[in-house]
């Protein structure tokens, strides 16, 4: 087992930055794929981020160039940097992980963005 822990949400205007964090309890990310989801009102959870074991990433396009995934491997945490922030941006955002056949999430953290 292992416990996913979000932070870093909150309210921000349009254009500015948030980074988000995922903190697990014990080492996931070193050799695991791992991911970032959101999910804004009536609609469903979408895939905004993914880091392979091996640290590759990949983005859907309404956030590539903005999002970026990253992991500190001693610090068993996952980041999401969120810049330009829209409107369209607002939503839970929940990280995930997964280890062997399990899959693991967290309990979300809300970014809203408005002026």
């Known amino acids: 087992q292992v416990q996913l822990v979000e932070s870093g949400g909150g309210l921000v205007q349009p254009g500015g930055s948030l980074r988000l964090s995922c903190a697990a309890s014990?080492?996931?990310?070193?050799?695991?794929?791992a991911a970032w989801y959101r999910q804004a009102p009536g609609k469903q959870r979408e895939l905004v981020a993914i880091i392979t074991g091996s640290g590759a990433t990949n983005y859907p396009d309404p956030v590539k160039g903005r999002f970026t995934i990253s992991r500190d491997i001693a610090k068993n945490t996952m980041y999401l940097q969120m810049n330009s922030l829209k409107p369209e941006d607002t939503a839970v955002y929940y990280c995930?992980?997964?280890?062997?056949?399990?899959?693991?999430w967290g309990q979300g953290t809300q970014v809203t963005v408005s002026s």
């Open positions: 014990r080492s996931i990310f070193s050799r695991n794929a």
């Open positions: 995930a992980a997964w280890e062997n056949g399990n899959d693991y």
